[in-house]
């Protein structure tokens, strides 16, 4: 099991522009199997895979299955998502997933603004907001 980075850089986009859902109840909120299916008939493989922190290098990459650790229900990033991976995957040993997890509650619970976040290191500077002028 290793860290998808992909997926990682997209939570911290929704994270960084507020699209999270704080007070979900992530048994209720989670994407069904059918809501799955009807996303990847949609998107692909690709865009699927960046909802998920983990690839599971033993599976094949066009199954459900090499995906794993969701966090969001392919609209928003869910607070209650990252704090269900964040303990599975500390539980399993799969450490590099839960700092992940941790690092993106983190954010979420400090209610960084767009500018702070943009300035974190932990945050790719490709894309952070220009602050400059006060546009995004």
């Given at each position: 099991m290793k860290l998808n980075k992909k997926a990682f850089e997209h939570a911290q986009s929704l994270v960084r522009n507020g699209e999270v859902a704080k007070d979900s109840d992530w048994s209720e909120a989670q994407p069904s199997p059918a809501d799955e299916n009807q996303f990847l008939e949609k998107h692909g493989w690709d865009e699927y895979a960046t909802?998920?922190?983990?690839?599971?290098t033993d599976e094949n990459e066009e199954t459900k299955g090499h995906y794993n650790y969701p966090f969001g229900d392919f609209d928003v990033a869910h607070r209650s998502a990252l704090i269900a991976a964040k303990q599975r995957a500390s539980e399993y040993d799969h450490l590099a997933i839960a700092n992940a997890a941790d690092e993106l509650l983190e954010?979420?619970?400090?209610g960084f603004d767009a500018v702070n976040?943009?300035?974190?290191?932990?945050?790719?500077a490709s894309d952070p907001p220009n602050w400059r002028?006060?546009?995004e």
């Open positions: 909802w998920f922190l983990a690839i599971d954010h979420i619970d400090k976040m943009a300035s974190d290191q932990s945050f790719p002028d006060g546009t």
